[in-house]
Every structure is written in C-alpha cells, then in structure tokens.
C-alpha cells in the first residue's frame, strides 16, 4: 500500500474521531500520520508543502460526507 493509501485509509478508519476533534477544518495526514488542521484550504496546503513536501501529505476536508452547503441565489420575475 502507498503512503497516500495508507493516509486515505487513516482518514476512513478514524473518520468518528477526527470530526469530533476537526469537523470544518481542513486536515494535513503525513506518512508518519501525524494530523494537523488549519481553516483554510490554503493554509493547509502550505504547511504540507513546506513541512512534508509535494505529495508526501493528504490534505482533506474533514465534514461529514454529503454535507454541502450551497447558497442559491435567483432572480425576482415581475409580470405586469
């Protein structure tokens, strides 16, 4: 198994626990499945870069799977 498999894998088995601790963050698993979590994407992916390199690190939205929020917006019709 690859490390990013093996990250993935991490994610999903401890899924219950990482989004009592990080539920809205954004979540960095390295190869030695250390977690760390930032709020924004950006942050996340730097701290990856800058601390385990390119494709050494899965970065992952930690929410609740399904769960989007989505803001419609429509416009008034008026017919006279």
């Known amino acids: 198994m ?5 990250q993935l894998q991490y994610y999903n088995d401890n899924e219950g626990v990482l989004l ?3 539920e ?14 930032f709020s924004t994407m ?4 730097d701290f990856g870069c800058e601390h ?3 494709g050494n690190f899965l ?3 930690c ?3 399904n ?3 989505v803001s419609i917006i429509t416009p008034s019709v008026v017919v006279l």
């Open 2 to 6: 690859g490390n990013i498999e093996k």
């Open 20 to 22: 009592k601790e990080y």
């Open 24 to 37: 809205g963050t954004f979540v960095v698993i390295s190869n030695d499945l250390k977690v760390d979590a």
């Open 42 to 45: 950006k942050e996340a992916y």
């Open 52 to 54: 385990y390199g390119l």
């Open 59 to 61: 970065l992952r939205e």
């Open 63 to 65: 929410r609740k799977k």
């Open 67 to 69: 769960v989007r929020n």
